[in-house]
């Protein structure tokens, strides 16, 4: 389902030019507010999730049995993250995650989507070729790396709860979630510390 012509999209589209015609705001200030959604605020809470993963492994096994649920413990769920899927990275499975069709992404655990998640040519490579593209982004696999790619609908989003880094003992969860990235939920990164 493309969002693309949904009405709110137009509507917001159309507010946005009103709002710069009337010289209220500035494309490039709105720019800084998408940007920030995309980079800061938004991942934070999937950082939290994933940090507490990584010290609770009985909330461990709630994520990844029903993970709607287990984030909703945290307090935090919402629209485009009403059913969420929550996949793991480990020695031999790493997985990433696209939506083929559009750009359906888990806007209540990661914020808006990169611009690059929307892409055409990501959204059709990384199903035909993970491994070129996942190097492309600078991600190297072993070949014996098995790659699970999730395509995300308008009715499943997926998260992917990454891999701790091994040198990192301490079990304080504000600075484990600082090490998470937003590319390391989506499954393009790794975290490395
Ligand atoms: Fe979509």
Redesign the pocket.
């Known amino acids: 389902?493309s969002?693309d012509h949904d009405p709110r999209a137009i509507r917001t589209e159309a507010l946005e030019r009103l709002l710069v015609d009337q010289g209220l705001i500035t494309s490039a200030a709105i720019d800084t507010i998408i940007e920030r959604y995309e980079t800061d605020v938004g991942p934070l809470n999937g950082a939290r999730v994933v940090a507490k993963a990584w010290t609770d492994s009985e909330y461990r096994t709630r994520l990844l049995n029903d993970g709607t649920a287990a984030i909703a413990e945290l307090a935090i769920g919402g629209a485009q993250g009403e059913k969420m899927v929550v996949v793991e990275n480990t020695p031999d499975v790493h997985n990433v995650v696209v939506?083929t069709?559009?750009?359906?992404y888990p806007w209540p655990v990661l914020g808006l989507p990169p611009a690059w998640y929307k892409d055409p040519a990501y959204r059709s490579r990384i199903v035909r070729e993970p491994r070129k593209v996942l190097g492309e982004f600078g991600l190297t696999l072993d070949d014996n790396i098995e790659i699970r790619v999730w395509d995300?609908?308008?009715e499943i989003r997926y998260l992917v709860l990454p891999e701790r880094p091994e040198s990192v003992i301490d079990d304080d969860e504000e600075a484990l979630a600082e090490l998470v990235t937003r590319d390391s939920m989506i499954g393009v990164a790794r975290i490395d510390a």
């Open positions: 389902m969002h939506c069709l559009c750009s359906c995300s609908s308008a």
